[in-house]
């Protein structure tokens, strides 16, 4: 018996990278999961491959991550775990960054698991747990990622705000904060780029970066009764960068 056995679980942004590595390793576990991505080849090709369901939906909307959960409630009647995982990126100067790009990262990274844990909590029961996936960039910050920097940082409190709120239903609410991961975008830029790469190495105290597979191992945690007193926090898998004190070029 796998550590989710009888587990039934959403998975959001579950087409590649970290949301995918979730969604094998719950799957190895014996969870039932319903994978979500707007990328529909993808997150198909996925569930089918692990004998899952798969849902195409864009999280940034609210009507469509609430038809998300209606079909969880369709397939299974109830839900144990859900991961917010979606997220996007948008490089951009102070200068230069529009309303409308800030709003569709907020959107997606911050909406979408403020209104996933809305309708999922009522399909939900004791010792359920949502998930959310937030980023050392809750904590730091990198100049031109204004709005990724600050959903992030508003998903810690998300996180904090919605576990006090769901606490008497027996709920847990927990994320994680990444730092540097090796998905698919990294391995290119670190494969592309020397300059790229020593900059996230020398970032990065325990000198490599993670797998996704690890962090998976983190949702595998906080969603199992091992993590049953925990509620309301962020872990942060990211090779001691959180408590680097590192420098700047002196001019």
């Not at 989710?4 to 719950?26: D, H, M, N, P, S």
């Not at 090709?45 to 004998?51: G, I, V, W, Y």
């Not at 709003?103 to 844990?117: E, H, I, P, Q, Y």
Request: charge should be negative; glycine fraction near 10%.
């Amino acid at each position: 018996m796998g550590r989710l056995a009888g587990k039934r679980c959403v998975i959001t942004g579950a087409a590649q990278g970290i949301g995918r590595a979730i969604a094998e390793r719950f799957a190895a576990e014996g969870a039932t999961l319903l994978l979500a991505d707007i990328d529909g080849p993808k997150v198909e090709a996925l569930a089918a491959r692990l004998s899952q369901q798969a849902f195409v939906a864009d999280v940034s909307k609210k009507a469509q991550v609430e038809a998300l959960i209606a079909r969880a409630a369709e397939l299974w009647g109830g839900l144990d775990v859900l991961v917010n995982n979606a997220g996007i990126t948008h490089p951009a100067s102070l200068d230069d960054l529009t309303e409308e790009d800030f709003d569709r990262v907020f959107a997606t990274n911050l909406k979408s698991a403020l209104w996933g844990t809305q309708a999922a909590a009522q399909l939900m029961g004791p010792g359920s747990a949502v998930i959310n996936m937030s980023s050392v960039n809750a904590v730091l910050a990198i100049p031109n990622q204004i709005p990724y920097v600050v959903s992030k940082g508003a998903m810690k409190q998300l996180t904090n705000v919605t576990a006090l709120a769901l606490a008497d239903k027996g709920i847990r609410v927990n994320a994680i904060g990444p730092g540097s991961i090796m998905t698919d975008m990294l391995r290119g830029i670190m494969a592309e780029d020397d300059a790229a790469r020593d900059r996230i190495m020398s970032r990065t105290p325990l000198g490599r970066a993670g797998e996704p597979e690890e962090v998976a191992a983190v949702a595998l945690f906080l969603a199992s009764e091992d993590s049953s007193y925990l509620t309301g926090q962020t872990i942060y898998p990211d090779g001691g960068r959180l408590g680097l004190n590192y420098t700047v070029p002196v001019r």
